[in-house]
């Protein structure tokens, strides 16, 4: 294996040992499992930037040229039967990633290349990994020396290909399917971190390969700055499009962090059910039940039985908040009571859902502040409350996770926590189980 | 929401608030660049040359002008700082050299900063050895619990203070003839003193860690292409304030100090400049400015090195991350602090004449980053076709070209004399 900033400046020798030139760059295609070498740029005598296959390439060497010993690239041919190009708009080359910012999809963090490690990969020759760090940057300086003073903290620090994702596609990127795009793979949450240390066209560029549900969570869990990057950088249709499809609380969360002007405007343009819906959320005073409330959840009628019930969660199949209780409500949705899944499972089939709920049901309002849903929460061990409005009908629900959010002190929530991942390795394509 | 019914609430508020919100990164920036060391080198100009050297300041804000429109714009068309796009374009060596540059300036200058909160405050009659601590840990407490939002608007409210130069110039008086004079027949003498006074006067007021500060300002005010004519009236206002800002300090400090041939060692000798304004108070007035504008300009300059650096190399920065999270910026921040401030403390350390070179290292480094701007923002790569036209080039490259010159003949002299000697 070997570093692109070695590489850099050799001699390119034909088969006869006559110079064709110095190496220059390298051209790689990034597919599904490598990123392989596929040509080498040399500068010619005419200080052309030229380019040739890297089949041509017999060997990389250590010689000794005047006094020092230094690397060379021998090519299988003779200079008469190389046939050089010019390189196109749309090729990719190894020093375009040098020196840019890329995505450490691992560290989930924006990283600076300093250099490329290159090597081969079942018989390719590929870029293996990309080098940040103190220690490559000393060596691209010429320092490397230095690192041999210093303490192990000055060690390489590599990561590799496969866990890179880069900021700047080209043309031929365009054809996203067949290379992977790896920060799907990252938590929405995750996603919002990253986007905070890149500039707002990175933003744009990585928030438009994001699905539909991944777009939400990573607007509403992102900072401030990164939300206004995004909105004032897509179309007004687009965020229409985005937030008619999802619950109206969440669309609520996101209208609540743009200009009222622009707030305006998206209603206008949104479906009237869906709009209604969002505009009595946006009513609600700040920091009530009301405001940060589900607006999805479940809830039976009065004269369902529990079989019915069951059948029902086994349809929609919902998150584990949501399973554990299920409201009761009468044919204008006035609340009646509550079931607990336990109560579900062992009360028989035909039992009517009257006969099983709770009647008492502990539920806030939604003008309830939110400090006092915390408390109700912390005091009766609950982790999902009812929201009510004046009339008892049933609006929504708050889990102990939503206010968790709210209540928590402002800059505990812009440290990242780092949770340890048990992270699935793939080597070569084989992909081994995580440890237990 | 909240902020919003506040000020519903309270109209004078809101034209507050609407004032302040205007404020763009050119005006801001144009506020910062009087610190200490503007303050100072435009007083020294007056006090020394009298009005010999008002001329300077029409290149100078042309320039001004040019090279700040050329930050907004790539801000603008990039979003990406100036720290990066070096890096991204230039590799690693010539970043590595640039920023050696401007930490080894940025040291100069936040010793500036201080050497301001040194001598205002011996107005009062404390000595620097109290002064310039305490001064640093008012930094320190601002840097790590401040807002900085709240510390830019306190501080910009209180640079109106320097509009009593303008007063105080009128007031004293000073001979229109001779000014108007000044400026259509321009003086050159080329003693190092005079080159350097030059340098000082471009070098504080074009100086390159403020180049670096436009250029993020602009990319955090989020202001998209569209809204260009916008920023750049924003630069265009910021640069006339600063200038005219120089403008009377000179013309206040000629009028006053010239005259009568005082001579500036200290900061209390530059604030009789503010007599005819302030009476008895001058000394006060002008401590008072002096004190601010460096006690903010030494908040931000280590700060906003470091970030830059950083930004440059690939380290992590910020104040919101821990100790171990960003060592390279915080070990970065502090250090140009403690050189900062160990230059100042050093017993006798002619404060006065370490602010003027300290301007001078700055309009050396000037023509390095300009250069690899002016390669920047022609490239059509990096800045698709909102290149440079043809006026901005010409005055790119021939300040370039003269601040070199200006330079060579300031340094290379000292250094050939010796060997000239052996020839005799």
Same mark, same amino acid.
């Given at each position: 294996m070997v570093f692109f900033s070695e590489l850099k400046g050799r001699l390119v020798y034909d088969s006869n040992k006559k110079t064709l030139g110095s190496l220059n760059d390298l051209v790689f295609v990034d597919g599904e499992k490598y990123a392989e070498i596929t040509h080498i740029v040399y500068i010619d005598e005419n200080k052309y930037r030229k380019k040739i296959p890297f089949s041509l390439v017999n060997e990389l060497k250590e010689e000794k040229i005047a006094n020092s010993h230094s690397l060379v690239l021998n090519l299988n041919q003779p200079k008469e039967k190389i046939i050089p190009f010019f390189i196109k708009e749309d090729d990719v080359l190894v020093g375009d990633i040098l020196d840019k910012q890329v995505v450490d999809i691992d560290g989930i963090k924006v990283v600076r290349v300093n250099d490329v490690l290159l090597g081969k990969v079942d018989r390719n020759f590929c870029v293996v990994a990309v080098a940040v760090g103190t220690h490559s940057l000393l060596r691209r300086l010429g320092l490397e020396k230095v690192t041999k003073i210093s303490p192990k903290s000055v060690r390489e620090h590599i990561i590799p290909w496969e866990s890179v994702e880069r900021l700047e596609p080209k043309l031929h990127d365009l054809h996203l399917k067949i290379q992977k795009n790896k920060i799907a793979d990252l938590h929405p949450e995750d996603i919002a971190d990253v986007m905070e240390d890149l500039s707002f066209n990175e933003r744009v560029l990585i928030f438009n390969t994001l699905n539909k549900q991944q777009a939400i969570r990573t607007l509403i869990g992102a900072e401030p700055d990164v939300q206004n990057s995004v909105f004032k950088n897509i179309k007004v249709d687009r965020v229409v499009n985005l937030l008619e499809d999802i619950p109206a609380d969440q669309a609520a969360d996101i209208l609540s962090m743009m200009s009222p002007a622009k707030v305006k405007d998206i209603l206008l343009k949104m479906r009237l059910e869906s709009s209604s819906k969002v505009k009595s959320i946006l009513n609600y005073p700040e920091e009530s039940a009301g405001a940060i409330m589900d607006t999805s959840f479940i809830s039976v009628p009065d004269f369902y039985t529990a079989q019915e019930t069951i059948d029902l969660l086994r349809k929609i199949a919902p998150s584990s908040e949501k399973i554990y209780h299920i409201y009761v409500v009468d044919n204008q949705n006035h609340l009646q009571g509550v079931l607990s899944i336990r109560g579900l499972l062992t009360a028989l089939p035909e039992t009517k859902v009257s006969d099983i709920m709770k009647k008492e049901v502990i539920h806030v309002k939604t003008s309830t502040p939110q400090e006092d849903i915390a408390k109700a929460i912390a005091k009766y061990d609950l982790f999902v409350l009812p929201v009510v409005n004046d009339e008892n009908i049933l609006r929504g629900i708050v889990t102990a996770d939503n206010i968790l959010t709210e209540i928590m002190p402002k800059d505990w929530r812009r440290h990242k926590y780092m949770p340890h991942k048990i992270k699935k390795k793939r080597r070569n394509g084989i992909q081994q189980t995580p440890k237990a | 929401m909240k902020l919003i019914d506040k000020i519903k609430e309270n109209p004078r508020l809101a034209g507050l608030i609407m004032f302040l919100s205007i404020l763009g990164p050119g005006i801001i920036t144009g506020s910062v660049d009087n610190d200490a060391g503007?303050?100072?080198?435009?007083?020294?100009?007056?006090?020394?040359?009298?009005?010999?050297?008002?001329?300077?300041?029409?290149?100078?804000? !042309?320039?001004?002008?040019?090279?700040?429109?050329?930050?907004?714009?790539?801000?603008?068309?990039?979003? #990406?700082?100036?720290?990066?796009?070096?890096?991204?374009?230039?590799?690693?060596?010539?970043?590595?050299?640039?920023?050696?540059?401007?930490?080894?300036?940025?040291?100069?200058?936040?010793?500036?900063?201080?050497?301001?909160?040194?001598?205002?405050?011996?107005?009062?009659?404390?000595?620097?050895?109290?002064?310039?601590?305490?001064?640093? !840990?008012?930094?320190?407490?601002?840097?790590?619990?401040?807002?900085?939002?709240?510390?830019?608007?306190?501080?910009?409210?209180?640079?109106?203070?320097?509009?009593?130069?303008?007063?105080?110039?009128?007031?004293?008086?000073?001979?229109?003839?001779? @000014?108007?004079?000044?400026?259509? *027949?321009?003086?050159?003498?080329?003693? #190092?003193?005079?080159?350097?006074? @030059?340098?000082?006067?471009?070098?504080?007021?074009?100086?390159?860690?403020?180049?670096?500060?436009?250029?993020?300002?602009?990319?955090?005010?989020?202001?998209?292409?569209?809204?260009?004519?916008?920023?750049?009236?924003?630069?265009?206002?910021?640069?006339?304030?600063?200038?005219?800002?120089?403008?009377?300090?000179?013309?206040?400090?000629?009028?006053?100090?010239?005259?009568?041939?005082?001579?500036?060692?200290? %900061?209390?000798?530059?604030?009789?400049?503010?007599?005819?304004?302030?009476?008895?108070?001058?000394?006060?007035?002008?401590? +008072?400015?002096?004190?601010?504008? *460096?006690?903010?300009? %030494?908040?931000?300059?280590?700060?906003?090195?470091? +970030?830059?650096?950083?930004?440059?190399?690939?380290?992590?920065?910020?104040?919101?991350?821990?100790?171990?999270?960003?060592?390279? +910026?915080? %070990?970065?921040?502090?250090?140009?602090?403690?050189?900062?401030?160990?230059?100042?403390?050093?017993?006798?350390?002619?404060?006065?004449?370490?602010? @003027?070179?300290?301007? &001078?290292?700055?309009?050396?480094?000037?023509?390095? &980053?300009?250069? *690899?701007? @002016?390669?920047?923002?022609?490239? #059509?790569?990096?800045?698709?076709?909102?290149?440079?036209?043809?006026?901005?080039?010409?005055?790119?490259?021939?300040?370039?070209?003269?601040?070199?010159?200006?330079?060579?003949?300031?340094?290379?002299?000292?250094?050939?004399?010796? +060997?000239?000697?052996?020839?005799?």
């Open positions: - | 503007g303050i100072t080198t435009y007083s020294v100009a007056g006090a020394v040359y009298g009005y010999k050297l008002l001329w300077t300041l029409i290149p100078t804000f !042309i320039i001004l002008v040019v090279v700040q429109e050329m930050n907004a714009r790539m801000g603008l068309v990039t979003g #990406k700082g100036l720290a990066d796009l070096i890096r991204e374009n230039f590799g690693v060596r010539i970043t590595f050299f640039i920023f050696v540059g401007l930490i080894i300036a940025d040291i100069g200058n936040t010793a500036t900063e201080f050497a301001g909160v040194a001598g205002s405050m011996m107005v009062f009659g404390i000595s620097k050895y109290i002064s310039v601590p305490l001064a640093a !840990i008012a930094v320190w407490i601002l840097v790590v619990k401040g807002d900085y939002k709240i510390t830019e608007k306190i501080f910009l409210f209180f640079s109106i203070c320097l509009l009593s130069y303008i007063v105080s110039a009128v007031l004293a008086k000073p001979d229109w003839h001779q @000014i108007g004079n000044a400026f259509l *027949s321009p003086a050159m003498h080329f003693d #190092k003193d005079y080159l350097a006074m @030059i340098l000082g006067i471009v070098g504080t007021t074009i100086a390159p860690w403020m180049q670096f500060y436009m250029q993020s300002a602009v990319i955090e005010k989020r202001i998209k292409i569209g809204e260009y004519k916008f920023a750049l009236l924003d630069v265009i206002i910021g640069c006339v304030a600063t200038v005219v800002v120089a403008f009377f300090i000179i013309v206040a400090c000629a009028a006053t100090l010239h005259v009568n041939g005082i001579v500036i060692n200290e %900061a209390k000798d530059a604030a009789v400049a503010l007599k005819p304004f302030a009476g008895a108070f001058a000394s006060y007035v002008f401590a +008072f400015a002096l004190f601010i504008a *460096s006690v903010f300009s %030494a908040t931000i300059l280590p700060l906003a090195t470091a +970030f830059y650096v950083c930004e440059a190399f690939g380290f992590e920065a910020g104040i919101n991350k821990k100790l171990h999270e960003a060592l390279q +910026f915080y %070990a970065l921040f502090t250090s140009i602090m403690l050189i900062a401030i160990v230059i100042i403390l050093i017993p006798n350390a002619p404060l006065i004449t370490i602010t @003027i070179w300290s301007q &001078v290292i700055n309009a050396m480094l000037l023509p390095v &980053v300009l250069m *690899s701007m @002016i390669l920047m923002v022609n490239n #059509k790569k990096i800045m698709g076709k909102y290149v440079n036209n043809k006026f901005q080039n010409a005055v790119g490259w021939s300040t370039t070209v003269i601040l070199i010159i200006l330079t060579a003949m300031l340094i290379i002299p000292p250094i050939i004399s010796p +060997f000239l000697g052996l020839f005799k």
